[in-house]
């Protein structure tokens, strides 16, 4: 459990340093784009683009972090009213169908990059591969079907201690 919190605790600092300077990098490229357009009269061509792939960067890559975190839209009325053992249940099959949804787009995520490879796109002004920054959505969709199979496995764990304690 040790190893697991430790390893946990790293990861998150890897995960928001890189989401952190992705957002960062964004905010100084268009914030100097829009200066140099209106000191300058000048345009940078490949702000817009870098802006918008770094987005999708961050936006990716903030999924499995807003999950392992909890920091995802959850609407708990219902879940609320159930008593305890339901909850406990609900939770394990929300979690488990969240996972492998998660999965099963990753792969779908993974096809599309691939995709993306073998046609050989490339960004309009930089003539950079996007294969390669695409390649942020099947890793944030698998680190987020990570993180559920990692909180459904927990709460069965977590159950099954709390019924030793009960007795």
Same mark, same amino acid.
């Given at each position: ?44 061509? #490949?702000?817009?683009? @870098?802006?918008?792939?770094? %987005?999708?960067?961050? &936006?990716? !890559?903030?999924?499995? =972090? ?26 394990? #099959?929300?979690?488990? @169908?969240?996972?492998?949804? %998660?999965?099963?787009? &990753?792969? !779908?995520?993974?096809? =599309? ?35 559920? %199979? ?18």
């Amino acid at each position: 459990m040790k190893t697991f919190k430790k390893i946990e605790k790293i990861w998150s600092s890897i995960e928001l340093a890189i989401l952190g300077l992705i957002t960062l990098v964004m905010s100084v490229l268009l914030a100097g784009n829009a200066v140099s357009r209106y000191l300058f009269n000048k345009s940078w061509g #490949f702000s817009e683009e @870098v802006g918008s792939l770094a %987005l999708v960067a961050m &936006t990716f !890559l903030g999924i499995g =972090y807003a999950v392992r975190k909890k920091q995802h839209i959850e609407m708990s009325g219902f879940y609320d009213l159930l008593p305890k053992q339901a909850q406990w249940a609900l939770r394990l #099959f929300i979690d488990l @169908v969240s996972a492998i949804v %998660l999965l099963f787009l &990753t792969y !779908l995520a993974y096809e =599309y990059v691939l995709h993306l490879h073998q046609i050989g796109e490339v960004t309009t002004m930089l003539q950079f591969p996007v294969y390669l920054i695409m390649a942020v959505i099947p890793i944030g969709f698998f680190v987020a079907f990570l993180s559920y %199979l990692v909180d459904f496995i927990m709460g069965i764990y977590t159950r099954k201690e709390n019924d030793i304690d009960a007795k």
